[in-house]
């Protein structure tokens, strides 16, 4: 069992930047994978950044260039920096790790990108 903590999100005029951060109650070496997912009204659920079991990140499309997904193994932190927001990066933002094939979510923190 791991419980995941996010925190960071709020009000952000678009090109702006905003950090969440994530803790996990685990030692990030336990974890299979890590990463964020968002959540817009009416959408699905989808990928935004990952570590991969072998340490590689990748990233959803519409985000490369912009966010950056970061580990601080010692806090077991993982930190999304989003740069260049814009208003379709609006949604609630969801920290995953998965364990043995069992996904675990933390509650998620909402991001606002207003023009």
């Known amino acids: 069992q791991v419980q995941l903590v996010e925190s960071g999100g709020g009000l952000v005029q678009s090109g702006g930047s905003l950090r969440l951060s994530c803790v996990s109650s685990?030692?990030?070496?336990?974890?299979?994978?890590m990463g964020w997912y968002r959540q817009a009204p009416g959408k699905q659920r989808e990928l935004v950044a990952i570590?991969?079991?072998?340490?590689?990140?990748n990233y959803a499309d519409s985000v490369k260039g912009r966010f950056t997904i970061s580990r601080e193994n010692a806090k077991n932190t993982v930190y999304l920096q989003m740069n260049s927001l814009e208003f379709e990066d609006t949604a609630v933002y969801y920290c995953?790790?998965?364990?043995?094939?069992?996904?675990?979510w933390g509650l998620g923190t909402q991001v606002t990108v207003f023009s």
């Open positions: 995953n790790a998965r364990i043995m094939n069992k996904d675990y």
């Open positions: 685990l030692n990030t070496f336990v974890i299979n994978t």
């Open positions: 570590f991969t079991s072998d340490g590689i990140t």
